[in-house]
């Protein structure tokens, strides 16, 4: 029954293992553990419904989780709703069966965790809408106790909600909870290197930064296992959920519906380098919604390719959407009526680019040493981690994979 202690690199990809120091920890991890480097995200490549099908081993069709929030017409980009919440996903996940074989578990930003009764300690993802407290929210969504001792304890690492201040937090508080409580299963999510390619671009000097940044944290986590009895034959995961692509144009989707009269027929949410669209108020049922868009207007519009219905189906999407775009190169998507996207890099996509491959890379006790695997699915990552703890995810369609990293 080997313990756990998962940590998701956001927005880290196949290009930054070339990239990474061959002095810092996640080389060493490469070394020293087993790796995979083309891990293939789902679509879209948000980061919500990926940790849950990180977590799940079941993509958006079974989860219910198929982008960060749910759809929300009319509604102002600072009021919407996320996927928050662990009643949001409708499939067992590994909190739940680390519970049920009797195992404690913690959960730092992980993402659509927020009030999960099957986490012992938890610092929840969420932010405030527009008019809400920050700390009341965080309190009501998380472990009040638990987050008033972390915050008491490490709070002056972080200066609000900014980077790198919040993701040193996180790895200080899941430092202490290892040392301290020793939990079967430790999930933790660090968005520094997401954020600085979001403000700086995909390989700036700030997010190179930030890759440093993440060695450094892994490294700390690390050091804690190895401190501590009981969690030295433990093992570190380390994943990522999808990279980022430079942005060079934005696209206003909304206003162009609106251009083309289709704003009552079709309602879209942007998703970055990809929109979903949805029936509007005065939809007329067509048969292949698709073609409402003008196809000689598909290149004004960003769009590279249309995925269908069906098409969605075939790559495992969420109900709802009638039909879904993908963003020509560069282009980045936008549907908040009043505003542009001032961010430099993001991502959303489809399948088929270099920034869908993602990590998984493992090191401890049992592991082989300097294995790299060829090829993994996003939806494989559960199993596998459930694997090696010796648990099953039932509802899983991902395929336990542990034993191809095991000595
Ligand atoms: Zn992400």
Known sequence: MRKVVL???????????????????????????????????IFPALTYPIHVTMITGCEPDKTGVGQNQPPQPGVPQDMRVWYWERKNIRVPTLFDAVKSAGGRSCSIFWPVACRNK???????????????????????YGNAAFELLAEAKFGSLRQGISEPGLSNFAAAVAANVIRRHKPKFSAIHFIDLDEAR?????????????LERNDARLEQLWQAMQATPGMEDALLIAVSDHGQEDITETVNLTKKLAEYGLDRELFVQSNGMSACFFPGPGYSGHADPEKLLPPDKLDDLGISRLYTRADLDAMHAVEGPLFAAEAKPGVVFSDALDEEKREAATHGFGPGREADLCLFAVRGKGIKEGVEIPAMHMRDVGPTIAGFMGLELQEADGIDRSAEFLA
């Open 7 to 41: 940590v998701s690199l956001d927005a880290f990809f196949y290009a930054d293992t070339f990239r990474i120091s061959p002095d810092g920890f996640l080389s060493r991890m490469f070394r020293e553990g087993a790796f995979c480097r083309r891990v293939e995200t």
């Open 118 to 140: 099957a986490a012992r300690w938890c610092v929840p993802e969420v932010h405030p809408l527009r008019g809400e407290n920050p700390v009341m929210k965080a309190l009501r």
């Open 198 to 210: 979001h403000k700086h671009g995909v390989f700036s000097p700030e997010a190179l930064a930030a």
